[in-house]
């Protein structure tokens, strides 16, 4: 028997790539930030006399679903030896259904178990969305304790696996803030946590530094080598105590309040805090003119975020035809001037695609015919942006002044700005740069689509023969002027697509685009910067997608020259269309 067990594999295995992969029925998705901690303890019993190898490594998976963080029952059904190894926090499998995995005995102290795989949330709360048919499969082996089957041994890095019910009970994302380096405000990193004991774990998350895809855009005022005393942060009367431990603190005013503002956004994201306490070796961060709690930003002297004062309306254009599109006109009356519009936008000839529409609304954007350049508009004059490259892609604005598009250009250039704010008709001020991604190198890009902060974009681009389509969040390094300079290193988003055309944001934290997964059909698609991936209801011939506020207002272009509004779970016609733009941000 002890050969036996010293010879047994132990395996976790995930088959295909590795967010909640929903690529099927249409499921309402999560807001960061918005889980509430567990009311009532989950647990489930240990095991039972006489269980069989199975049925101890059944038991053992359901006991790691519990939710008050100590898991004393799942422990019972390891070795003492086992236990001490095993850290539920390691790597933990989302799983895609209710359904109990598959339990297979491959010998007497070996049971293999499978099941399918929705994503995988690593150590530091990564979360990668698998493919979607993809299973996972874990090797455990067991050895008999005082006539009685126990685990052994568990598979290197196996944490839990949770079942798709389970999920929001369980672990859901929420951000861990930085600095922005452009502006005065926060830049969240969107991480998945499991909800028991969520303040430490969410302070602790603060203490790393920041993740490469946000080098070069934002800033930790953290000390390197920080620590919390005692891995706790201890909540009372809604206020959470952050005591950190080092001596390293730089000096200065705005140090302490970029470590306050960190500490305060993270922490009150936690259902019970709405206020924090920190200190450093035991004493108090001192702010001038603060004492006691913490509670907003605005205390720490930072600016309230700036209202949205745009005007612009999002356009549709209809054959060459650009006017304002009003949502509220039902599709009887889309297509039909009722009245002088109060905005007036130049003919857009189909031949040029991709419009794109500045976020002051002041300016339109397109592709040119031959697909090798890029057109502006303002009033009824039209500007050629001075060549940059080949294969251009979709245009877009971003909030600072930006225009945005990929091309290929020389050498490794791939993405290209160019600033709005000078004369369009003076071709060294209107000349696209570069910005540099050395990620991008071999690639083209579709379009590339900035948040609304200005410090982070989403890249939407294949490799150079149409494959390895993919969507990629990046932080901007700006210079001088706000230029974009260079992006820095990729976070990819979803999966890897079989095709994806067109890339917006609904929200800070959410974009959507038009994608097949694993050659099924084109479908509208929901992707979070946290990682899940969520299809909706499929539009045949959908080409472009756009949104007049959020997720619930999201609109389909199709090739046969129709836009479709989303109502429920259903698309509707809302009249002729071949594009569709909304202001940038």
């Not at 031959?370 to 057109?375: A, L, T």
């Not at 694993?518 to 979070?528: E, F, S, Y």
Request: aromatic share 6%.
């Amino acid at each position: 028997m002890a050969a036996a067990v010293a010879a047994a594999a132990t395996v976790l295995a995930l088959s295909g790539c590795g967010g909640l992969t929903t690529y099927g029925p249409v499921q309402s998705g999560r807001e960061v930030g918005s889980g509430e901690a567990p009311q009532v303890t989950v647990v489930f019993p240990g095991p039972q006399q006489g269980s069989t190898q199975e049925g101890i490594v059944r038991g053992f998976l359901r006991a790691g679903a519990a939710s008050d963080g100590a898991y004393d029952n799942a422990r019972k059904f390891l070795t003492t030896a086992a236990s001490e190894r095993w850290n539920p926090d390691e790597t933990i499998v989302l799983l895609a259904s209710d359904e109990s995995p598959t339990v297979r005995q491959v010998d007497p102290a070996t049971v293999a178990v499978t099941a399918a795989a929705a994503g995988t949330v690593d150590a530091t709360g990564r979360f990668t969305a698998a493919d979607p048919g993809s299973t996972v499969t874990a090797t455990f082996s067991l050895t008999p304790v005082n006539g009685q089957w126990r685990i052994d041994a568990l598979p290197k890095g196996f944490g839990r696996w949770i079942a798709a019910g389970d999920v929001a009970r369980l672990v859901q994302p929420f951000a861990i803030h930085y600095v922005s380096l452009s502006r005065r405000a926060m830049v969240p990193d969107v991480r998945w946590f499991p909800l028991d004991r969520l303040a430490p774990r969410l302070a602790k998350a603060q203490l790393d530094p920041v993740p490469d895809y946000l080098a070069g855009a934002a800033v930790s005022a953290v000390p390197a080598r920080a620590r919390l005393l005692g891995d706790a942060v201890s909540v009372k009367d809604s206020v959470a105590s952050v005591n950190l431990i080092s001596s390293q603190l730089a000096p200065g005013q705005a140090t302490r309040q970029n470590l306050w503002a960190q500490f305060v956004t993270t922490l009150t994201q936690v259902p019970d805090v709405s206020a924090v306490l920190l200190a450093i070796d035991g004493l108090p961060v001192d702010l001038d003119g603060i004492e006691g709690p913490v509670a907003s930003l605005a205390q720490v002297g930072f600016p309230a975020p700036a209202p949205d004062t745009s005007t612009a309306k999002p356009v549709v254009r209809r054959g060459a035809d650009v006017t304002v599109f009003d949502p509220g006109v039902n599709a009887q009356e889309q297509g039909r001037q009722t009245q002088a519009p109060a905005t007036t936008y130049p003919a857009v000839p189909a031949t040029f695609t991709h419009l794109a529409l500045s976020a002051d609304g002041s300016e339109l954007a397109a592709i040119d015919p031959d697909g090798d350049g890029i057109s502006r508009w303002r009033g009824d004059n039209r500007y050629e942006v001075p060549g940059f490259g080949r294969d251009v892609g979709a245009p877009a604005y971003d909030r600072r002044g930006f225009l945005w598009a990929g091309g290929v250009g020389r050498g490794s250039d791939r993405l290209f700005v160019v600033d709005v704010r000078a004369d369009p008709a003076d071709p060294r001020a209107a000349a696209a740069t570069p910005v540099a991604a050395d990620w991008l190198a071999g690639r083209r890009v579709l379009e590339a689509r900035v948040a609304s902060d200005g410090d982070r974009v989403a890249v939407l681009s294949t490799r150079a023969d149409g494959r390895d389509v993919r969507v990629d969040l990046a932080g901007i390094s700006r210079g001088e002027g706000g230029r974009p300079q260079r992006l820095s290193a990729p976070l990819r988003l979803g999966v890897v697509f079989s095709s994806a055309q067109d890339l917006v944001w609904l929200d800070d934290e959410t974009l959507a685009t038009v994608a097949s997964v694993g050659g099924a059909p084109v479908r509208p698609t929901i992707l979070t910067v946290g990682g899940e991936l969520r299809a909706l209801a499929e539009v045949p011939g959908a080409i472009r997608v756009g949104t007049t506020g959020g997720e619930r207002n999201l609109y389909v272009v199709t090739s046969q020259g129709r836009l479709l509004s989303r109502v429920g779970t259903r698309w509707v016609d809302s009249g002729p269309a071949n594009d569709l733009a909304a202001p940038a941000g």
